[in-house]
C-alpha cells in the first residue's frame, strides 16, 4: 500500500490544544478516538449518515467521520463529554430527566445536534420546515416539527425519539 508523509495539525478539544501528525487519510473522528483518547464521539456508521459522531466545531454541528483532520487545523472542537466537564449540561440535564437515550451509543452525538440546532435557532437561522421566512427565528418557534427536521441527521437505534424530543423542547424553554 502507497504511504503518505504526515502532517502537523493543531486541534483544541475540550479546551486543551493538541499537535499530533496524521496520515493525510486520517479522519477527524479516528483523530479524536484513536489519537487523543477521546471516546465521546462514537463510530457507528462511519459513513455520515448516523450522526454519532457529531461534535460542536468552532460552535456549529458537524460530523467528523467525513471530516480529514488535516482539513481543520487549529479548529477549536467540543465534545458531549467537554459540555458536561464542569457539571451537567442543561442539554444533558433534560436528556437524563426525559430518557432521551437507551444504551447511550447516539447520545452524545444526539447532545452536540441538539445543543448546535438550539443555538442556530436561537441566532434566527431557518430550517427546511419554517413556515414564516420573513423574520428570523426564535426558540419559541421550535415546535415538534421543527425539531425533528433539525435533528433528523441523528438516528437512534434504540428508537428513543419521544423522549428525546421531550428532552429537546424542555431545554429550548418549550
Ligand atoms: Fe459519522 Fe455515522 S459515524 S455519521
Ligand atoms: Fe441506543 Fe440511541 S440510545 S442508539
Do not use: W
Not at 467525513?66 to 487545523?73: I, K, M
Not at 436528556?95 to 440546532?117: E, I
Not at 419554517?130 to 415538534?144: A, F, G, I
Not at 416539527?145 to 433528523?152: D, V
Amino acid at each position: 500500500m502507497d504511504t503518505f508523509p504526515s502532517a502537523n495539525v493543531d486541534l483544541t478539544v475540550d479546551g486543551i490544544t493538541h499537535r499530533i501528525a496524521v496520515d493525510p487519510r486520517t479522519t477527524l473522528l479516528d483523530a479524536l478516538r484513536e489519537r487523543l483518547g477521546h471516546a465521546s464521539p462514537k463510530k457507528g456508521c462511519d459513513h455520515g449518515q448516523c450522526g454519532s459522531c457529531t461534535v460542536l466545531l468552532d460552535g456549529r454541528q458537524h460530523l467528523t467521520c467525513l471530516a480529514l483532520a488535516l482539513s481543520y487545523d487549529g479548529a477549536e472542537i467540543t465534545t458531549a463529554a467537554g459540555l458536561g466537564a464542569e457539571g451537567m449540561h442543561p442539554v444533558q440535564q433534560a436528556f437524563l430527566d426525559h430518557d432521551g437515550y437507551q444504551c447511550g451509543y447516539c447520545t452524545p452525538g444526539q447532545v452536540c445536534s441538539a445543543v448546535g440546532m438550539l443555538d442556530e435557532a436561537a441566532q434566527g437561522q431557518p430550517s427546511h420546515v419554517t413556515e414564516d421566512l420573513s423574520r428570523p427565528t426564535t426558540l419559541e418557534d421550535l415546535t415538534d416539527a421543527e425539531i425533528r427536521e433539525r435533528m433528523s441527521g441523528n438516528l437512534c437505534r434504540c428508537g428513543a425519539y419521544v423522549g428525546i424530543l421531550d428532552a429537546i423542547r424542555e431545554a429550548a424553554g418549550g
